[in-house]
Each structure stands twice: as structure tokens, then as C-alpha cells.
């Protein structure tokens, strides 16, 4: 069953941090460089972050030294730790296989909101 949960948004001032968590099924996870990614009104999604099975991550140079990707093999799991959120990462975000399209199966994501 192809699957993808994200969970751990929320409401958050400026400055603060949150923790984003997504479980996948295997299919979409094993052997899979994995990414999360962001969709902010009026904008269309981006990547902001990728991680490779053994543990290589590249980040959008915005986010660059605030968020962290981490993935769990075992658990088919991959989180994103993000630190001195800014009301600019206000979006719904979600994750995916990298480079994943429209066409692919997407999860219902999680809403991020920065605002004091």
C-alpha cells in the first residue's frame, strides 16, 4: 500500500522550531533519496531539503543552517528538524521520493504556520 503520513506542524512565533516527521510504505522509501518539500500560498511547491539512503542531505540555500533532514531506514521514516522558523516557511509541507512530480502519489502534508 503506497503511503505517506506527515505529521508535526503547527502554529509557531517567529524564531521558533518545530520537528516534521513522515512515515512512508516501503515502496516509496527503500533505496529512495528522499525530500521534503513545501508548497506556500500562491506559490507552487519546491524541494527544501533531500537525503540520501546513507545519510548525504542538500538543502535550499533559504533554509540552509536552520532546517536539518534526517531519515531512519529501519523505520522508513524521514523527519525535519527545523530551527528559527521565519513567517517566509509558512507553507504545507510535505515529503516525497526526490524529484517526485504532480503524478505521484502525495500525502496530505502538514500545515506549517509563522506568525507572532
Known amino acids: 500500500q503506497v503511503q505517506l503520513v506527515e505529521s508535526g506542524g503547527g502554529l509557531v512565533e517567529p524564531g521558533g522550531s518545530l520537528r516534521l516527521s513522515c512515515r512512508a510504505s516501503r515502496s516509496i522509501f527503500t533505496g529512495a533519496i528522499m525530500g521534503w518539500y513545501r508548497r506556500a500560498p500562491g506559490k507552487q511547491r519546491e524541494l527544501v531539503a533531500r537525503?540520501?539512503?546513507?545519510?548525504?542531505?542538500s538543502y535550499k540555500d533559504s533554509v540552509e543552517g536552520r532546517f536539518t533532514i534526517t531519515r531512519d531506514n529501519a523505520a522508513n521514516t524521514v523527519d525535519l528538524q527545523m530551527n528559527n522558523l521565519q513567517p517566509e516557511d509558512t507553507a504545507i509541507y510535505y515529503c516525497n521520493k526526490y524529484l517526485a512530480t504532480a503524478r505521484d502519489y502525495w500525502g496530505q502534508g502538514t500545515q506549517v504556520t509563522v506568525s507572532s
Open positions: 537525503i540520501t539512503r546513507p545519510g548525504y542531505t
